[in-house]
Nanobody
Framework: QVQLVESGGGLVQPGESLRLSCAAS????????MAWYRQAPGKQRDMVAA???????NYADSVKGRFIISRDSVKATVYLQMDNLKPEDTAVYYC?????????????WGQGTQVTVSS
């Protein structure tokens, strides 16, 4: 059984920073792409940042220059450093990973962590 467990969300003021973490556990053979998505109330879930197994990353235009995604392959963990947070960054943030646990890779999602940016 593979699980993704997120941590690091919370309430911050505009301009402040947060760091999200997501650790994969269970019977894991390999992990391909890891990513962060977010979903604000009444809106669809959108990709925020993604990082491949060989370290290539890409970002949504709205977070470029403010967010950095990284991963620790030994710990099977992906991070999202979020700086200069804005009220429009308020959302539930979900971790995503393509994980091979048996014969093929499949997508997994975390349970989500709330990020609220408000003065």
């Amino acid at each position: 059984q593979v699980q993704l467990v997120e941590s690091g969300g919370g309430l911050v003021q505009p301009g402040e920073s947060l760091r999200l973490s997501c650790a994969a556990s269970g019977s894991i053979v390999s992990i391909n792409t890891m990513a962060w998505y977010r979903q604000a109330p009444g809106k669809q879930r959108d990709m925020v940042a993604a990082i491949t197994g060989d370290g290539r990353s890409n970002y949504a235009d709205s977070v470029k220059g403010r967010f950095i995604i990284s991963r620790d392959s030994v710990k099977a963990t992906v991070y999202l450093q979020m700086d200069n947070l804005k009220p429009e960054d308020t959302a539930v943030y979900y971790c995503y990973a393509e994980i091979k646990s048996t014969f093929y890779a499949r997508p997994y999602w975390g349970q989500g962590t709330q990020v609220t940016v408000s003065s």
